[in-house]
C-alpha cells in the first residue's frame, strides 16, 4: 500500500501555480520523494525528486518540509496540458508505489 | 531522447489463451518494472528485474511470468487469461547506481492495451 496521503482533487486556475501537497510522514531517512503524474491512460510521467533540500527543473518544483515529513509540488503556471492525476511516491531502490494520486484540474 | 518502448501497443485475446508482452528499455537501462492498470486504477506493482534478475516481486498471478534477457529487454508471458487481466500493462526502466545512491528515477512506457474477450 501506498504510504503517502494527497487530497483526492484540486482545481487550478489556468496561468496559476498548482501547489500539490503530499503528507509522508512515515518516510524514513533514506526514501526520496518521487513525483509523477499521469495523462489519461498514458504512460506515468517522471516530474522531479529529492531527499530533503528543495528542487527545481523545467516541470516542477519541489519543497520538502525540513522534517521531511510532507511535501509540495509547485507547478509555477498551470497548463491544460497539466490536467493530470499526480502521484506522490517515497521510494529508496525498490518498485514505486502508486497511491491513489490527486486528480488535478487545470479550468480555462 | 529514446524512451521506454512497449510491443504491441494494443492486443486482444480469448479467454484462456496466452499472451506475450514485450518492453525495451531505454538504452544502458538496466532494471525494468511491469505495472498492470486496471480500469478506474491506480497502477500496481507486478514485477521486476535487475541484471537479468528478478528484484522484487508484487501481486503477480501465479499464471503470470516474466523475465529479462541479456540485451535488458523484458517480457510479460500470461497464460490462462481471464476477463479479469484486461488492464493497461506498463513498463519502466531505470539505471542503478551505487548503493549509497539509491534515488534513481523510473521511466515508463506507453502501455500496452490487453482486452480479453
Known amino acids: 500500500d501506498a504510504k503517502t496521503t494527497q487530497p483526492t482533487s484540486m482545481d487550478c486556475a489556468e496561468g496559476r501555480a498548482a501547489n500539490l501537497p503530499c503528507n509522508h510522514s512515515?518516510?524514513?531517512?533514506?526514501?526520496?520523494v518521487y513525483w509523477y503524474r499521469q495523462i489519461h491512460s498514458q504512460g506515468p510521467q517522471y516530474i522531479i525528486h529529492?531527499?530533503?533540500n528543495n528542487e527545481t527543473n523545467e516541470m516542477a518544483s519541489l519543497i520538502i518540509t525540513e522534517d521531511r515529513k510532507s511535501s509540495t509540488l509547485i507547478l509555477p503556471h498551470a497548463t491544460l496540458r497539466d490536467t493530470a492525476v499526480y502521484y506522490c511516491?517515497?521510494?529508496?531502490?525498490?518498485?514505486?508505489?502508486f497511491g491513489p494520486g490527486t486528480r488535478l484540474s487545470v479550468l480555462p | 531522447a529514446a524512451g521506454v518502448i512497449q510491443s504491441p501497443r494494443h492486443l486482444i485475446k480469448e479467454k484462456r489463451e496466452t499472451a506475450t508482452l514485450k518492453c525495451y528499455p531505454i538504452?544502458?537501462?538496466?532494471?525494468v518494472y511491469w505495472y498492470q492498470q486496471g480500469p478506474g486504477q491506480d497502477p500496481q506493482f507486478l514485477i521486476s528485474?535487475?541484471?537479468?534478475?528478478?528484484?522484487d516481486k508484487g501481486s503477480i498471478p501465479d499464471r503470470f511470468s516474466a523475465q529479462q534477457f541479456s540485451d535488458y529487454h523484458s517480457e510479460l508471458n500470461m497464460s490462462s487469461l481471464e476477463l479479469g487481466d484486461s488492464a493497461l500493462y506498463f513498463c519502466?526502466?531505470?539505471?542503478?547506481?551505487?548503493?549509497?545512491?539509491?534515488?534513481?528515477?523510473?521511466?515508463f512506457g506507453q502501455g500496452t492495451r490487453l482486452t480479453v474477450v
Open positions: 528485474f535487475y541484471e537479468k534478475m528478478q528484484s
Open positions: 538504452p544502458r537501462h538496466d532494471t
Open positions: 512515515t518516510i524514513s531517512g533514506n526514501e526520496y
Open positions: 511516491i517515497d521510494n529508496y531502490g525498490q518498485n514505486f508505489v
Open positions: 519502466a526502466s531505470s539505471i542503478s547506481t551505487s548503493i549509497a545512491s539509491m534515488n534513481t528515477e523510473a521511466f
Open positions: 529529492g531527499l530533503k
